[in-house]
């Protein structure tokens, strides 16, 4: 009986912990949605913790007043972007990595993962100087071919650990069966790696999202979301904007981020884990 | 004789783009930062280390990661190895803890002004439950230590899922015999956690710790939303050279100094780890 009791107040505890931190994750979503849609009088009142009252109005004047409407159409298509060009270069190499043996591949690898960890800031104050003699400053084009150099080391890594799961007597089976090795590349092994690679994609998606910093830099007008709202709410002293505008700009960022976690949950971990031992 | 070469045609593009995005700019920054009119000189790196500015935030870049690194992965580890059993909600336990992965660093900064502003949920929670009179100011350059805190707050709750991921992701590959062998010969829990699980575990620990490390000497985003430039951070003060001041030798000095930082803590880490893993595992 001791022993049972102790086993349910351990199970407890345990429960409890999981609890606690679930709650600390989610509780802030949670608030900054409400507040993101809470009347300036709700927000001002110090009685009320949760806000009663709402009101689209801050959102929309984020996204339609302040331009973040803008600055999603632009991540989307700088972010799409990405993904075209990332994927591109990264597939074939990818391929190349999970099929062949070949001299030098464990230096090319890991030399592929070394610049991966390259400082961003390192790679754009001097693109500023270069996108200005090519004309690429404040375009979108620009952005995309800075934020695929960011992408591309993972896409290679992921691509290869897709492809590699995917075997490899099908594409000899269809080689001897008459087909090249890109069409069985193209018939065979493309569609059976189809949904990691959309997970990957995904992923590149939100990598381009979230990044601020290259896209602040390298753009003015054309600012991408992140970029966008940095603008909007943080002056260069910090602190610009009114509060619930602050609350607005977060429930616009956090939404589609969210989405991507609920549609991809799936490989989150898998890709991690591979992408980074 | 074509398929010899196939592998290096396949991935030449790939590999000349990376080379071409890291290491043109790699060059440029040298350049920027140690030549004036075409010729090599320091001055723009005594103008760059003349302002306290820059010591400062490389001193406020050091003390953010060596405050939030650690507690973000004894926080990991503990949650990683809670999470690595069977137990109701599983699931949807990790598909909560990883939520902040996807959310960017400007986000996340929003997200916990919401909760610690002066009327924000915190303060309100916290003064109708009677355990404050007054509300606890987070912001303001008056109030840098808790702006500190305040950003502290938001990449635990932001940065740590990559952590746990990884951490998790190499816990699951640890094999069961092993676990199960040293129960048969009796280990305890702590035992097994101590002798087995921890060096099974230093690979991914290793890559976890270099990985946030070396995000940390970037911390940007998180900063300038909560702190602005009331606390400098070395990527928030390139970002203010450049874009304000249009200083591109300046700015280069503080992407330099980031590059320096992480090649250093990331051979130390390799280094580190290494020789320690291969000692328990003699």
Known sequence: MNDKTKFMLKKIAFYAFIFTVVAWIVIPIIVSTLYAFSSKLDYYDPEKVVPTNFTTAWVKTILFTLGAWDGIKNSVVVALLTIAISFSLGIPAGYAVARFAFRGKDTIKLSIVALRMFPIPVMAIPLVVLYIRLNLIDTLLGVALAHTAMALPFVVLITSSIFGSVEKELEEAAMVFGLTRLGAFLKITLPLALPGLAAAAMFTFVMSWNEVFVASILTLHNRTLPAQILSIVAGASGGAAPAYYKFAAAFIMTLPAMMFVFFARRYLVTMWGITLR | MRTRHLPYLLILPALAYLLFFIGY?????????FTKNGTFSLETVRRATSDPMFWKALKYTLAFAAVIVPLQL?????????????????????????????????????????????HGFMNKLLMNLGIISEPIHFFGYQYRNMEFLAIVIAELWRATAIVFVIILAGLQMISREYLEAAEVFGAGYWTRLRRIVIPMLKPSIQSALIIRTLFAMQVFGVVWILAGRDIPVLAGEGFYQLTEIKDYGVASIYALTIALLSIVLGALYVKFLKAEYLEVRQ
């Open chain 2, 25 to 33: 700019p790699l060059l440029e920054a040298l350049y920027l930062a």
């Open chain 2, 74 to 118: 004894v926080l990991a580890l503990i949650l990683a190895l809670a999470v690595n059993r069977a137990f109701r909600g599983k699931d949807l336990a990790i598909y909560v803890l990883v939520i902040p992965l996807t959310i960017s660093d400007v986000a996340a900064g929003l997200i916990w002004y919401t909760m610690l502003s002066d």
